[in-house]
């Protein structure tokens, strides 16, 4: 099946710093979007991606999805203490299919 | 944004019970359910999807005599665990997707700790 890498798996930074992840895909995906988890909580969606090139932001979180369809990257700026849990980038085929996860990244920020 | 509501958050339960998990959508009309298995650490695993009416479509590997689903109506789903074993013990979560092109991202409820003991 379709595997996601993400990348990095987990980041240690001091708050104020910026942040950047990507996942990359072996196939083409229609759809990329990014989702944060906290501890005991499910997925909450950030940002969702549908064009190639496209990229979009939601206050201080940037992501792009990449010209090859096979890649996205997630920026974070100024990073606070409540940014902190896991990361998860998602790639959809179309419209309709399900959703295939990458891996994580685990950040955490030090106040 | 859309509202997916899953219950109970947590649950602890005895070796050869089983166990029921509802997934709900408040807001619109869930057309596909999906059911994930999360372990420690690790990313989302889709066990099953379902589309209202129909009989759900599992994963390889999954058991659908052992996780029952149900999606009987637009806005309910259930997952049955039948005969809990302790490596049953995890996090699930679902997700539901309406047929709306704002609904096309699935929405994820906030999870069930299950725990077998």
């Known amino acids: ?111 | 944004g859309a509202v997916v509501s899953q219950h109970p958050s947590r649950v602890i339960c005895k070796s050869g019970t089983s166990v029921k998990i509802e997934c709900r959508s408040l807001d619109f009309q869930a057309t596909t359910m999906f059911w994930y298995r999360q372990f420690p650490k690790q990313s989302l695993m889709l066990m099953a999807t379902s589309n209202e009416g129909s009989k759900a479509t599992y994963e390889q590997g999954v058991e659908k005599d052992k996780f029952l689903i149900n999606h009987a109506s637009l806005t309910l789903s259930t997952l049955t665990v039948t005969s809990a074993h302790p490596e049953d013990s995890s996090f699930y979560i679902c997700s539901a997707r309406g047929d709306r092109e704002e609904n096309t991202e699935a929405f994820f409820g906030q999870g069930t700790r299950l725990t077998v003991v």
């Open chain 1, 1 to 111: 099946g379709q595997q996601l890498n993400q990348s990095p798996q987990s980041m240690f930074i001091q708050e104020g710093e910026d942040v950047s992840m990507n996942c990359t895909s072996s196939s083409i995906f229609n759809t990329w979007l990014w989702y944060k988890q906290d501890p005991g909580e499910g997925p909450v969606l950030l940002i969702a991606l549908y064009k190639a090139g496209e990229l979009t932001s939601n206050g201080r979180l940037t992501a792009q999805f990449g010209i090859t369809r096979k890649d996205s990257f997630l920026n974070i700026s100024a990073s606070i203490p409540s940014d902190v849990g896991i990361y998860f980038c998602a790639g959809q085929e179309t419209s309709g299919s399900r959703l295939t996860f990458g891996e994580g990244t685990q950040l955490t920020v030090n106040p």
